[in-house]
């Protein structure tokens, strides 16, 4: 064990970001060596800023349900904070995310700032953070294999049952993801619905934030072509290999491009403002403070609920 803790000290926080930084700029190079970069500037040069304002507004919507989705999941631990809280902590991870990236990263902060406020326990709280990112994972996953029938023609030689694996597949994401809240997070089985419904809002917003992106381009066809890239590559980055994802993202679209018959200019330049977007929207998070003590919410007391139904009662 000793031996195992000395090899691994080499590996800090700067070393890994070192790791990453490194992997991003190696997939950039790969990217722009196969792709002029003047061509990507003057399609971002010339994209319409209004379209690229209202995929700005998605994005944030898009963390808006992410943060409910967060709520919904603390709520079954009795940890019950304002949504305005949640957007607030939401805001500040992200900034650690993507500018603070050498430390503890965001759900890092997360984990540690609800424990000093409240006294939950670190697991419970990591578990909490990771289903919020299984959560996500699973509806992305569950999108992408919908949306792949859109690229099927585009392949050849595909067995003729392969339509009917990419649904079948995309339901069963569903299951799959409350048969894993059921077996590894028992603890947050109450927020299975909510974590389901938030996440379906969360990736769909975001697709209407990738589409805008296209409009801004001056895109009109194989939307969905596009769309079904777009999830897989959120999937891909994902992966802590990266830097913010950015790299990844983009080669992912570089090579899928080549053989799905849409413009690789445009599928990088959509990498590439979805991170400016994401940078955008995380430099909020500096603005930010958290209070040291935050006030839970009070839940309802039966009494209150009571009271509330014959109110409902009544008024029908």
Sequence with gaps: MARAS?????????????????????AMYIVFRKLEFKM???LLRKSELTYLILALLLFNVSKFLSA????????????????KFHLR??????????FLPGGIGGDGYKVVYLNKSFGTGLKLLLASVLLDRVGGAAILLS????????????????PWYSSYLCIAASI?????LFIG?????????????????????????????AYAILLAFGVSELFT????????????SMLPISFGGIGLRELFFLYAAKYLSIDETVAVSLGLMYFVVIALSSFAGVFISLPDSPEPEQAPSDAALMGEAAVQSARQ
């Design 143 to 158: 999108m992408a294999f919908a949306f792949s029938l859109a690229v099927l023609p585009f392949v050849d030689s595909l």
């Design 89 to 98: 902590l939401c805001y500040v991870g992200m900034f650690y995310n993507l």
């Design 225 to 236: 072509v596009y769309f079904m890239l777009f999830l897989v590559s959120s999937l891909a």
């Design 181 to 209: 809240i059921k077996l590894l997070f028992p603890s947050f089985w109450s927020a299975r619905f909510g974590i389901l419904l938030w996440s379906v809002g969360v990736q769909s917003v975001q697709l209407l934030c």
């Design 6 to 26: 000395e090899k691994n000290k080499w590996l800090t926080p700067r070393v890994k970001l070192a790791i990453k930084l490194a992997l991003s700029a190696l």
């Design 68 to 83: 409910a989705r967060l709520r919904s999941i603390l709520n079954a631990l009795e940890l019950r904070l304002n949504l």
């Design 172 to 176: 069963l994401c569903i299951p799959a």
């Design 40 to 42: 990507v500037w003057e």
